[in-house]
C-alpha cells in the first residue's frame, strides 16, 4: 500500500472522530456519531494493517479478535453504574498502549542505528524498514514524538488508574499532603 493512500486514510479517520466528538455532545446526534467513531477506528486499523511496514497478519488478528473478546465480556458484566470506572479503566489500557507502541518504536530505531551495513540494512522489515530510509532530522522529529507519545501516554495511564479507584471508593478522594510542601 503506498504512503499516499495510508495518509489519506488517516486524515479521513481523524475527520470522522472529530465528528464523532462533536456528534457525542448531544442525544439526538450520539448514534450516528458513534458511527462515525466505529467507522473512522475501523479505518484506522485498515489502514494501518496493509500500509506501508504492515505485517504479521495472524498476530494482529488474534490479538484484535482477543481484545474484543475481553472487552465484550468486561463490558457484558458491568453494571450502568459502574460504566464510568469501566471507561476508566479502559482508558488506562490506552495510556499504557501508548507507552509501549513508543518503546516498541524506540527499539526498531536502535536497530536500525545498529545495522551499519547494507546488508543488514536490507534485512530490516517493518516499521524499520521505514526509518531505515529516513534522514537523521527525520529521525530526530520522529523520538521527539516517541517522547511526547510515551509522556502522555504514561500521564493517561497514571491519571486513568487514579480515576478507577477514587470512582470505585479504593482510593480516598481527600487531599494528599505531602511533607516539607511548603518549603
Known amino acids: 500500500m503506498e504512503l499516499g493512500f495510508t495518509t489519506a486514510a488517516y486524515v479521513v ?40 511496514g504492515s505485517g504479521l497478519w495472524a498476530l494482529s488478528v488474534l490479538l484484535i479478535a482477543a481484545g474484543g473478546v475481553i472487552g465484550y465480556f468486561l463490558a457484558a458484566r458491568v453494571e450502568m453504574t459502574q460504566m464510568p470506572e469501566l471507561v476508566a479503566g479502559m482508558h488506562a489500557l490506552v495510556g499504557l498502549a501508548a507507552v ?20 543488514a540494512v536490507k534485512e530490516l522489515t517493518g516499521f524499520a524498514a521505514l526509518v531505515a530510509k529516513k534522514s537523521a532530522v527525520e529521525i530526530n522529529i520522529l523520538r521527539v514524538e516517541l517522547f511526547l507519545g510515551v509522556f502522555i501516554g504514561a500521564i493517561t495511564f497514571t491519571g486513568s488508574i487514579i480515576a478507577y479507584g477514587k470512582l470505585s471508593g479504593r482510593v480516598t478522594s481527600a487531599a494528599v499532603k505531602l511533607p516539607g510542601g511548603h518549603f
Open 13 to 52: 479517520a481523524a475527520v470522522l472522530f472529530i465528528l464523532s466528538l462533536g456528534g457525542l455532545s448531544g442525544q439526538e446526534s450520539a448514534k450516528r456519531a458513534v458511527w462515525y467513531g466505529i467507522f473512522g477506528m475501523a479505518l484506522a486499523v485498515f489502514a494501518t494493517l496493509i500500509g506501508p
Open 100 to 119: 509501549f507502541v513508543g518503546f516498541n518504536a524506540d527499539l526498531e530505531i536502535k536497530n536500525v542505528a545498529s545495522a551499519v551495513n547494507s546488508e
